[in-house]
């Protein structure tokens, strides 16, 4: 796996599939929320929240339906924090992930079918990496340093990581 220049990632030229990503971060308790994913792909992974934009949903609405379907919570701060694209080998669809900044919320979080959330300490021996994406080594610092940042990845056999570039950027919308 190594990291490359902007532009030495090929991007294919089919139309991005959407998604949300939402990371809830405790500050007074310095710890983040992660959801076990029960079912369908990632699963067994942890993650923040999120999932597919629906046809004629706002990128904002989807972030917020997926961590009210997942972990039963409402955003109250929420802000745009990282556009990640997802390139995977054997599939032509290139994946856009729109990741959002949460540290403040309405609701009891619950886990659903979908979804178990457990807090975690944000000390690097206990967020469980060895059970998360490959690519979220690589932008988890500028999430927690506050930056923002954009970055594309690319995977073989679904899951292992080939190559990536990443910068900090004021402007998502240049990935
Ligand atoms: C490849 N590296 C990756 N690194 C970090 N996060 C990744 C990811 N690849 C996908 N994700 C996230 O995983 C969720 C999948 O969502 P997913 O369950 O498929 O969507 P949705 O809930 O709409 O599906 P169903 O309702 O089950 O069809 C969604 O938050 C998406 O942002």
Same mark, same amino acid.
């Given at each position: 796996?190594?990291?490359?220049? !902007?532009?030495?990632?090929?991007?294919?030229? #089919?139309?991005?599939?959407?998604?949300t990503?939402v990371?809830?971060?405790?500050?007074?308790?310095?710890?983040?929320?992660?959801?076990?994913?029960?079912?369908?792909?990632?699963?067994?992974?942890?993650?923040?929240?999120?999932?597919?934009?629906?046809?004629?949903?706002?990128i904002e609405? #989807?972030a917020?339906?997926?961590?009210? !379907?997942?972990?039963?919570?409402?955003?109250?701060?929420m802000t745009a924090r990282g556009c990640?694209?997802?390139?995977?080998?054997?599939?032509?669809?290139?994946?856009?992930?729109h990741v959002f900044h949460a540290?403040?919320?309405?609701?009891?979080?619950?886990?659903?079918?979908?979804?178990?959330?457990? $807090?975690?300490?944000?000390?690097?021996?206990?967020?469980?990496?060895?059970?998360?994406? #490959?690519?979220?080594?690589?932008? $988890?610092?500028?999430?927690?340093?506050?930056?923002k940042f954009?970055?594309?990845?690319?995977?073989?056999?679904?899951?292992?990581?080939?190559?990536?570039?990443?910068? !900090?950027?004021?402007d998502l919308s240049?990935?």
């Amino acid at each position: 796996m190594s990291r490359v220049r !902007e532009g030495e990632i090929e991007i294919p030229s #089919a139309k991005h599939k959407e998604f949300t990503l939402v990371m809830i971060r405790d500050y007074a308790e310095d710890k983040i929320l992660l959801g076990e994913k029960l079912r369908g792909f990632g699963s067994g992974y942890f993650n923040g929240f999120g999932g597919k934009i629906e046809p004629g949903e706002t990128i904002e609405a #989807a972030a917020q339906r997926e961590l009210k !379907e997942e972990a039963n919570i409402e955003a109250t701060d929420m802000t745009a924090r990282g556009c990640l694209r997802f390139i995977f080998d054997d599939n032509p669809t290139p994946w856009l992930v729109h990741v959002f900044h949460a540290s403040a919320y309405t609701g009891d979080i619950a886990a659903s079918d979908e979804m178990r959330p457990v $807090w975690y300490k944000l000390n690097p021996s206990e967020v469980p990496f060895e059970r998360m994406w #490959a690519d979220d080594p690589h932008w $988890w610092p500028y999430l927690l340093a506050e930056k923002k940042f954009v970055g594309t990845f690319l995977f073989t056999n679904t899951t292992e990581l080939v190559k990536f570039w990443i910068r !900090e950027t004021d402007d998502l919308s240049t990935i």
